[in-house]
């Protein structure tokens, strides 16, 4: 289990978010922001091998241009951080 939730826990840290306790049952956890500590939701950990990366990778563009995220903005920060020019293509689909 706790491999899984590692892979979880690398796979959002790309983007600014913390996984921390469990939410519901060990098997959800809860997303934090990980600048200002704002709440983003949950994740369960039922997941299979590589799912997690795959998972923010294919989201991406949503956390680039703040429609997913925390408010504050940080994702949007760390995912122009990552890869400026994906998350400046993904600023001209969505805007």
């Known amino acids: 289990m706790s491999q ?5 826990r690398d796979a959002y840290g790309l ?13 959800y956890y809860r997303l934090r922001c990980g600048r200002c500590s704002g709440p983003l939701g949950s994740v369960g950990d039922k ?3 590589g799912m997690a990366r795959q998972l923010v990778g294919e989201q ?8 997913l995220g ?11 951080s990552l890869d400026p020019e ?5 600023s001209r689909t969505f805007a």
């Not at 899984?4 to 979880?8: A, K, S, T």
């Not at 563009?61 to 429609?67: P, W």
């Not at 408010?71 to 122009?80: I, L, N, V």
Request: some cysteine; glycine content about 12%; proline content about 2%.
């Open 70 to 80: 925390c408010k504050c903005g940080y994702q949007s920060e760390r995912a122009r």
């Open 47 to 49: 997941l299979l091998p």
């Open 60 to 67: 991406f563009e949503l956390y680039a241009v703040g429609l």
């Open 15 to 27: 983007v600014g978010i913390e996984v921390e306790g469990i939410a519901t049952y060990g098997t």
């Open 4 to 8: 899984i939730l590692d892979e979880i």
């Open 86 to 90: 994906r998350a400046q293509a993904a």
